[in-house]
């Protein structure tokens, strides 16, 4: 019964969004920040997941995209490529600054713009820079990132989100655009020891002095790699996402303070962030590429081997 209230309340407060919206074209609501990942306790609606692409004309990618993320890797469907060579991952040599943010749904930093880091190479045709680092995580262990493999999730994901410099003059237009974004991400598990850059975000210094190539880009060589969108709204279809094949690890501590980091301002009720994940997007007609020889016979993928003849199945 709460379930069929809680829905029926929804509904509800859908259609008085829309009456309003459609009153009053601009009202304050419906701005870029009015979503969420899960119901929000307090009696306002604010948009989960299944509502972002209803609520918003500007969002209808996330209803009704055809490549959307995240998704579920089922290894069966991977396609070996050999020709994926590693990513490219160019910082200068320098040590990196940032700033932290805590943006109510996401830890993420932001590094400054006197230190470039970027990535080419791999599936990518272009020169990306790093524009934001951002961590998604679960309330427990078994669940946190945003995309699965074979149906599992891991504690977390840590998302390394890049803009096409090449093409584009910053993110905000690159987002939108063709080949504009490139993700990298990496699983985080648990362990004793933890790496070295999440140490230093997840210490919360407001600016963190580190060095990003070896502390935060694993290892490159072996990835994943599908064309999908961003998983936050507007959805645009216009990410190339590159899983790395290592995950990265955090102490069971630094993931229980995370847990504790709120959504709001202290004075209100406590509302964690864990848990800032969109659910998986259906595959459809797209492939998933790696480079990783897991000598298994991949599944057929007859529009993307025609444009790109060069790729072989394992048949082994
Ligand atoms: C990529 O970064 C390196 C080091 O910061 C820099 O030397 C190089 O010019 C950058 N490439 C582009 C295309 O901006
Ligand atoms: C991004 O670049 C476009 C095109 O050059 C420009 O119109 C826009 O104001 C820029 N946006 C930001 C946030 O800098
Ligand atoms: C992939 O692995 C199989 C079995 O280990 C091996 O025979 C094959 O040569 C490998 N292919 C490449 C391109 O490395």
Not at 7 to 30: D, E, G, H, M, N
Not at 166 to 185: F, M, T, W
Not at 246 to 255: D, E, G, L, S
Request: positive net charge.
């Amino acid at each position: 019964y709460e379930k069929v209230w809680n829905l029926f309340l929804k509904i509800i407060l859908l259609i008085q969004t829309f009456f309003v919206s459609a009153a009053q074209p601009i009202t304050s609501k419906l701005d870029e920040g009015w979503w969420a990942y899960k119901d929000v306790v307090q009696g306002s609606f604010v948009p989960v997941p299944s509502f972002w692409g209803l609520v918003n004309s500007a969002w209808n990618l996330c209803a009704i995209g055809k490549r959307q993320s995240p998704i579920d890797i089922e290894t069966s469907h991977m396609i070996f490529d050999p020709y994926l060579t590693p990513l490219k991952v160019n910082t200068g040599g320098r040590k990196m600054g940032g700033t932290m943010y805590n943006t109510g749904k996401h830890v993420s930093l932001r590094p400054d713009k006197a230190h470039l880091v970027n990535i080419s190479g791999g599936p990518l045709g272009y020169s990306y820079r790093l524009e934001e680092v951002r961590l998604h995580f679960g309330s427990e262990d078994a669940h946190g990132s945003e995309h699965l493999l074979n149906g599992q999730g891991f504690p977390g994901e840590v998302q390394l989100i890049h803009y096409n410099q090449d093409l584009y003059a910053n993110y905000s237009e690159a987002a939108k655009s063709p080949h504009g974004i490139a993700v990298v991400s990496i699983f985080i598990k648990l362990s004793e020891n933890s790496n070295a850059f999440l140490n230093r975000m997840l210490n919360r210094d407001t600016i963190t002095r580190i060095n990003y190539k070896p502390d935060l880009y694993p290892d490159t060589t072996r990835y994943i790699t599908y064309e999908g969108s961003i998983t936050i709204p507007p959805c645009y279809e216009t990410s190339t996402w590159i899983l790395v094949n290592k995950p990265i690890y955090v102490t069971q501590m630094q993931m229980h303070s995370l847990r504790l980091l709120s959504q709001n301002e202290p004075y209100k009720i406590f509302l964690s962030m864990s848990d800032n994940t969109r659910p998986t997007q259906p595959l459809l007609q797209r492939c998933i590429r790696t480079n990783i020889n897991f000598s298994k016979q991949g599944r057929d993928c007859p529009n993307n081997r025609a444009l790109r003849p060069q790729w072989f199945r394992l048949t082994t």
